[in-house]
């Protein structure tokens, strides 16, 4: 059985963790160019009041920030300053070996963690309840290479 191969139930828990995150992190680029399309608000540089397909008719305005589109962009933001420590991290802790039963908990915590994360932002709730599943998803990373190190290392 090779620690990078799928039959290997350590590295098919990751593989799926992985490929979830890797979902959420491209399918909030598409929400926010959603977002920013149905507003007709909130885009990001000045060539982008060019007229085109999906900015027919644009206006000075569209520049100005829209809630909707910074919400999702500050979204877009934090999981690209945290998945992507996860899908490192989570790579070497398959070669390390740990039980299949920490692998588990640790990177479907972390994907559980994202999620509600994501639910917590997009609902606008406070900055507590939003750190409170950071947190946990930190914390799930943290374990990781902290078993990875001291598999090394021993």
Known sequence: MGALGFDNPVFATYAVAAAIMVLKIMGQGWMT???????????ASPEDLRPG??????????????????????????DLENIPAFLA?????????PPLWLAKVLMYGFVVARL???LAYATARSHETRAAFYTVGSLAVIVM?????AAVLA
């Open 116 to 118: 509600a994360h994501t």
């Open 33 to 43: 160019v959603w977002r920013m399309t149905r507003a007709r608000a909130g885009f």
């Open 53 to 78: 397909p999906i900015n027919p008719d644009p206006r000075p305005g569209q520049l100005e920030p829209d809630e909707a589109v910074e919400r999702s962009r500050r979204m877009h933001r934090n």
């Open 145 to 149: 290479a902290l078993y990875t190190l």
């Open 89 to 97: 991290c989570g790579l070497i802790f398959v070669a390390a070996g």
